[in-house]
């Protein structure tokens, strides 16, 4: 939980920092070091960085209950003797390419069920009761994915990010709460939070709404699932509220730069340098725009407890992007030789957002795609977009001409099903809409690129909501 907060939070107010500072650079260097006294440091051994190269920083958010000392803080987050150990909520992986400036937030559900490293197979969350060492070691082995830095901040980290900013305004389309967390969300519409609320909200797995006071309470059966797309709702919102408030007074700017130091801890070899390195990964990115992934899973049994077992077919692609590590160049879209009136195209609806197949099938066809119909895939929580083709001859190809105006996003399969040469686009949650090739979609694709659970949007930052309710976003700041 608070994991992904704290990376957004911190570079957030890093850019805003430094366009505050603009007229003195040697200024924002010395607050930045100066800062960055406040951060904990731990003896981890991570994964080389190549100059110019992608990197991974691992975001944990901890829950260890080490801070609790008063009633209140107990009857919140459980004492010291109840919830001893520590282990994390919250599990990302942000993947910054500084040859296109580009990152990607990956969350790691805590319930996936993996070996940990000298202890058995256990929860993904439980590893970090053994240690940070053990928590890197779990998810290079586990996923094959290197890690070249570590990040973590704890309950009171967040808390004081939040209070910093002064609040964070959220949606809410009907009541809602979680009794375990404290959340108690008494009426609809925008509500403010504060740190102490926020945290509630963000921590909640057994979140549960109800349409109107009559109603009974329903309970989100996502769980941690569901708890992740609240949380990058959250996150989004939080990096609105902190631009925003930055950008208004230098003050708050350099409090919420000292609140996300000290909220901190870090490996040693995490430099002045690696933090700067963050800032045009995100300088242009809009909070509504960032991609933000969840690694695709199923819920099972293994003995007695409920776990989550990775779809194995589905991470690859996921997993392959945050093994690339090594330095890139920018290559432009290959001209296809196929035309677009010469392929048949169908749209299966994989995203779970409520016409985005029709909406996408239309846009191909204005880019002269045949249609050749839409419908549902078998599953609405699809993570990224799938072009399918058959065996028939120059299929691939033809695939390869559909994807190229799908923004960025598909990734071409061979599916020895389909017996015809008709392109089939499976949409996933990443898809944003069509564009020709080489652009981006412009703002307000199909989808968004998680399919969140209640609340709505905030200005600029938008998630799906519950069935039957209407999104309307809190005001503008």
Known sequence: ???????????????????????????????????????????????????????????????????????????????????????????????????????????????????????????????????????IDTFEQNFNIPIHHYLEVNFTGFEGIVNAIGSVDLWFPTIARDVKTGLFVTTPGCQSFNGARALQYVRSRHYEYKNSPSDRWREDPRADLGRIARQQYFIRSLASAAIHAGARNLSTATKLLDRGMQSLTADRNLSRDDLLSLIPAFQNTKPGDLVMQTVPADGARVGSQDVLLLRNDEAKPIFDELRQTTATTETTQPVTKVKAGTVTVKVLNGSGMKGAAATALTALATKGFVKGGTGNASRSDIVLTQVRYGSAAGSKDRAEAVAAFLGGVGTVQLDESIIDSTVVVVLGHDFQGVAEPGKHPVAGGSTSSTAAANPGHTKGVIASVEPGATAVGCPAH
Not at 22 to 27: E, F, G, P, R
């Open 1 to 135: 939980v608070l994991v992904r907060l704290f990376v957004r939070r911190c570079v957030i107010a890093l850019v805003v920092v430094f366009a505050l500072m603009s007229s003195s650079i040697a200024y924002g260097y010395w607050r930045i070091d100066k800062s960055m006294n406040g951060i904990s440091r731990t003896d981890v051994k991570t994964s080389a960085v190549r100059s110019g190269s992608p990197v991974n920083y691992l975001i944990i958010g901890s829950d260890s209950r080490g801070f609790v000392k008063t009633k209140t803080q107990i009857q919140q987050f459980g004492s010291k003797q109840a919830e001893a150990g520590q282990r994390s909520d919250t599990m990302m992986i942000a993947h910054l390419d500084p040859s296109s400036n580009t990152t990607v937030l990956v969350s790691f559900p805590r319930d996936l069920w993996v070996e940990i490293p000298g202890h058995g197979h256990a929860k993904l969350n439980a590893a970090f009761n053994y240690g940070t060492q053990t928590v």
